[in-house]
């Protein structure tokens, strides 16, 4: 065990390295955002949610510059999170309130890519969900909704989600009354194409499964795992449901690439061993992702 885990130990990096990248993250995420902004959304008149979708209704109606409208929008914003809450948002949240509209400005005078509501809204939904789980990554926000989500939840004690959720609804209601229903359907697409594509960023492709093995050869099924499949095991205590008996249980995840082969071993030693498994989307620690 103790080789295994030499193996698989990663170096810490170092803190100056960390915060440096961390801010990368902001910068390049909110560029991103802003591409996918003036490229597929603004064009097709999408406001799906937040004060991006706030700036394209505000341009539609006023004919305002959408840059302008979502500093304005921005700063009140993470000044009243920070004096309400009383949270410490950080210098990089800061950096990605500012940035964003910033870049926005930059590529206003980009070609649209499509004039196709329906791409506009898959394709900007995406590269906005691509952005901000970048932000995300490097431990920061791009502030708008998501703190006056957070205001809202303070003194309404909705959750957090349902908050979201009800700010960015009213904003794709507004832009169906302002501009056309369908655009207003399009928007709600492309509000879900960014939530996907968050949450892909997020965890990635590497979906890992967590193995439950129940037998009566424990010692030699984890034996076998280390021998096998070179990964670690955790031996959980139990009891059956119908006899109330004792039972343990042995836990290991591992890659998907590695999963058949674990029950294989596992079925070599106990063919009568009782296998459940799981998806496990976000693991961390040895031989896995650091954290």
Known sequence: MMMMAKKYRREPMPPALRHTMEFAFVILGSFFVALAFNVFLLPNNIASGGVAGISTITKGVFGWEPGIVQWILNIPLFIIGVVILGKNFGIKSFVGTITLPLFVLL??????????????????????????????????STGGIDLAA???????????????????GMIVLTSAIVFSLEEGLYALIGLFATSRTIDFVQVGLNTSKNVMI?????????????????????????????????????????????????TQTVKV????????????TEVLGEGFKSG
Request: with cysteine; hydrophobic share 45%.
């Open 150 to 168: 957070q205001v809202l939840h303070k003194f309404t004690h909705f959750p957090l989600g349902i908050s979201v959720a009800l700010l960015d």
């Open 214 to 262: 129940i037998t009566e050869q424990v010692d030699d099924v984890r034996q076998a795992i280390f021998k096998e499949i070179d990964r670690g095991v955790t031996v959980l205590s139990g009891a059956g449901g119908y006899t109330d008996q004792e039972r343990r249980v042995v836990m290991c995840v591992v890659q998907q690439n590695e999963f058949t082969k674990l």
């Open 269 to 280: 030693v106990d063919p009568g061993a009782f296998v459940v498994a799981m998806n496990a």
């Open 107 to 140: 590529t206003s005078n980009l070609e649209p890519a499509t004039p196709d509501p329906l791409l506009g809204a898959i394709f900007g939904g995406m590269g906005v969900g691509l952005g901000l789980g970048i932000v995300f990554r490097g431990r920061a």
